[in-house]
């Protein structure tokens, strides 16, 4: 038995017992052996170095790829099942698909011996190579040769050393001497892409039949010796496949038996290829499978090319393409040398299609287009059509094939299918499997479209509903991260957020409507807008949980959430915060590297009621950072979510070059469990405290007067630090807001404050709650303008109102060195 060999396996369930001698055989472009194994040498009786350099006509039985005479004899001493003038492809670089067949050898002084054998072409160096297979079929009796039908094919089976490329390549040289390892890979992927032709034999047949529009179409007389003579009896007929085929039905009539084969080898195929297609939702990858499952077995090219708005997944495309509809060329696929049409026809390239071309009809009438052989003249016609682009090369001399991809009658996109010259030109047959191909490719399209644009939809949606985040507030500094689950559609309700309060505070908050998906989604824009209402009303965190609480109420009693909110101070270096059912944040102290979950009263969800909710004051110093998250970061199922916390505290301590890298250092140690669903929304805060150096506060008393003292005032503290660029500016701006504030507070002295960060913050206060607001004042107004000097004027301002009164406040960008000198 040759070393390594493989079984051969019937494909209609049986297989030989035990592992069946290979004959393993290289023929090169001239019909002559290159290599010549030693299971050759028992089957064919011929030594390696007898072999070599002889013509394979001479030495194997190969019928149907092999050189024959004009006498129909075969060259050798054979006896072939239908040897005729009218046999097929030639080893010398005709066939360039996978072909097999039937023999006897009659070799003077052996006994006689029936032969299996299956040809390969090869690509790569050395064009018009073949690899041949071949078996004695007395090894088959009782399995194939006594029955009415079988089909024999070569295989690799998972328990011999060839489960695998790899180790069948790693192998062929010890069969084939003077083989290399890289020649051999080669072979061997070859050889796995085509698949194993398939023989079929039949006792009912008389004749040998390939079907197959892959490899070129025959049909042989009868059986003859090789003297010509005919043989008696009822000889067992070989079909010829390029690939595994379903059940042989008998068919005494060569004609009829061809046009059923034909039949069912396409509807086989479009089975086939339905199973490999569609395995993924993912559009890019359903483009490749459609494409890639037409090369080689139905065409030798294929391009697919889809609407722009299909690709984008804009949604479904409206009305019928015209001239100046856009078309992406997706994907390409071809037996040609690798990058031949590279250049031609790149992947990717946007194109929109000349209206006299076979393309431009496809895509408008939504109907297959044929085009038998595409001559010369047709060939430069068309390419004539493209500007700096030579189609020429790719489509002179070619068979052509284009069939839309539809789905509901909108033409999604098309298929480009050529044959080359040598193989069968496509025909009404093709045309009709071409089309039901395209059929089955353009709902498994428009499935993958459908799912593209709901996952543009949903992540539109989500990312509308997270906040932009400055990454610097007063007197700290925020980073977030946000990471969507992975159920489908992957909307969920977790969402953080950021609101400056006057007094130079941030209000810090996190939170999580419990379930997934559009509704989750809704609730959770609906109760961070209220969030952020509440939070400019200047409310205690616990007071605004408690609003929070009776608005989902009313919204419904499916509104459950959890929530934390925090505001941070960064003049007294305080945060006030209070909890809603949340999980505990973390506190990481910049003094010693500690970091602590936070003792906070957990409260009840949001939207439950009747829970009180409750407000802690921590201190905080300079450079400590706040952790919030929600569970989905810390909840792994089967373990208890303290072992999440934990690993939050751990991670969060470790030393980071910056806050961008801290988050990244906790979503790396927690979010290593495979199969996470829940949606994460995480937000680190690093409180940087204002010295007090760089803080100016006075009180003004209900005097017009005090206007001229208070520009006095900013005057004065803006030279003490070094920001003489704003003084004009600052004067102005708090002149007017001043005025305001004494003309409309009630009681109460007025309020001004400085606050120098990377900006000048300044705030006036008094005691009147209605909030200040733009007037439409004319020319002849005396009052009204001075808000619309401060919003020309101001990088921004804003108003805040509460019970105790009201905040008016600006922010004024600083000059580039000023600007340097605060950040220094």
């Not at 070619?398 to 999604?412: G, I």
């Not at 940087?688 to 100016?696: K, S």
């Not at 400085?754 to 020319?779: F, M, Y």
């Amino acid at each position: 038995m040759d070393s390594g060999t493989p079984p051969l396996r019937s494909r209609r369930g049986r297989a030989a017992t035990g592992r069946i001698p290979l004959a393993v055989v290289v023929v090169d472009a001239d019909g002559l052996v290159s290599h010549w194994s030693s299971g050759a040498r028992r089957l064919f009786g011929h030594s390696k170095e007898a072999a070599v350099g002889q013509p394979a006509g001479d030495l194997m039985p190969v019928s149907g790829a092999l050189t024959e005479d004009r006498t129909g004899r075969v060259n050798g001493p054979y006896d072939m099942y239908g040897a005729d003038d009218e046999l097929g492809p030639e080893l010398h670089g005709r066939s360039s698909y996978p072909t097999a067949g039937r023999a006897k050898l009659s070799d003077p002084g052996r006994p006689r011996l029936d032969v299996l054998w299956w040809a390969y072409p090869l690509a790569g160096p050395g064009t018009g190579r073949h690899l041949v297979l071949a078996a004695d079929i007395d090894q088959f009796r009782g399995d194939v040769g006594d029955a009415d039908t079988g089909r024999i094919a070569p295989s690799f089976s998972l328990h011999t050393e060839f489960a695998d490329s790899q180790s069948l390549a790693g192998q062929l040289p010890h069969i084939l001497p003077n083989m290399s390892v890289a020649e051999s890979e080669r072979i061997v992927a070859q050889v796995l892409e085509l698949g194993y032709p398939v023989l079929e034999f039949s006792h009912h047949d008389r004749v040998p039949v390939t079907p197959d529009w892959g490899v070129p179409r025959r049909v042989a007389g009868r059986p003859a010796h090789a003297n010509g003579t005919a043989e008696t009896g009822t000889a067992g007929a070989g079909r010829a496949y390029g690939h595994p085929a379903g059940d042989p039905v008998p068919a005494p009539d060569p004609e009829l038996d061809l046009e059923y084969a034909a039949v069912r080898e396409r509807l086989e195929f479009l089975n086939e290829v339905s199973g490999l297609i569609g395995s993924s939702l993912d559009l890019a990858r359903t483009i490749r499978e459609v494409t890639s499952a037409a090369v080689p077995r139905f065409t030798d090219f294929a391009g697919t090319h889809l609407r722009a708005a299909v690709l984008a997944g804009e949604g479904f495309p409206t009305g019928p393409p015209d001239v100046t509809t856009i078309w992406h060329r997706v994907w390409v696929e071809h037996n040609d040398e690798p990058g031949r049409w590279d250049d031609t026809v790149p992947v990717g390239e946007a194109i929109a299609f000349p209206e006299h071309t076979p393309f431009f009809q496809c895509m408008v009438t939504g109907e297959p287009v044929l085009i038998p052989r595409l001559s010369e003249e047709d060939g430069d016609r068309i390419s004539a059509q493209f500007e700096k682009r030579d189609l020429r090369p790719l489509i002179n001399n070619r068979s052509m094939l284009l069939v839309p991809l539809k789905a509901r009658d909108v033409v999604l996109g098309f298929m480009v299918l050529m044959r080359r010259q040598g193989r069968q030109p496509f025909d009404d047959m093709d045309r009709t499997t071409g089309a039901e191909l395209a059929a089955r490719a353009g709902l498994v399209l428009d499935n993958a479209r459908m799912y593209t644009y709901q996952e543009n939809v949903a992540d539109t949606l989500q990312d509308s509903m997270l906040p932009q985040i400055a990454a610097r507030m007063a007197g700290c500094d925020i980073a977030t991260r946000y990471l969507p689950g992975t159920r489908l559609g992957r909307i969920g309700g977790d969402w953080f957020d950021s609101v400056k309060l006057p007094g130079s505070r941030t209000a810090l908050v996190v939170g999580d409507v419990m379930g997934h998906g559009l509704n989750s989604a809704a609730m959770m824009g609906q109760l961070r807008t209220a969030v952020q209402t509440m939070a400019t009303m200047e409310l205690p965190p616990a007071q605004l949980l408690r609003n929070l609480d009776d608005l989902a109420q009313r919204l419904g009693e499916n509104y459950l959430a959890t929530c934390l909110y925090a505001v941070y101070d960064p003049i007294r270096s305080e945060l006030q915060i209070a909890n809603a059912g949340h999980i505990p944040p973390v506190l990481v102290r910049a003094a010693d590297g500690r970091s602590e979950l936070l003792d906070l009263p957990t409260g009840a969800p949001i939207g439950v009621g009747g829970v009180p909710f409750e407000t802690v004051t921590v201190r905080v110093g300079p450079g400590d950072r706040l952790v919030l998250c929600t569970d989905g970061l810390v909840e792994v199922r089967g373990q208890d979510i303290g072992a999440g916390l934990a690993a939050l505290c751990e991670s969060a301590a470790h030393p980071a070059a910056s806050m961008d890298h801290a988050c990244d250092t906790i979503i790396r140690a927690l979010n290593t469990h495979g199969g996470r669903k829940d949606d994460v929304a995480l937000l680190m805060a690093r409180l940087n405290g204002i010295p007090a150096g760089d803080v100016a506060e006075w009180q003004l008393a209900l005097d017009p007067r005090e206007v001229a003292r208070a520009r006095r005032l900013v005057r004065g503290k803006l030279y003490d630090w070094d920001l003489p660029g704003a003084v004009e500016n600052a004067e102005l701006m708090v002149g007017e807001l001043v005025t305001n504030a004494v003309r409309h507070a009630r009681i109460r002295h007025v309020g001004l404050r400085l606050v120098r960060t990377d900006a000048l913050l300044c705030e006036v206060t008094d005691d009147e709650p209605a909030p200040a607001s733009l007037l439409g004042a004319t020319a002849d107004d005396e009052f009204g303008r001075g808000l619309r000097i401060v919003s020309r004027l101001a990088r921004g301002w804003g108003s805040n109102s509460s019970a105790q009164g009201k905040t008016v406040w600006f922010e004024q960008a600083l000059a580039g060195k000023e600007a340097y000198v605060v950040r220094k």
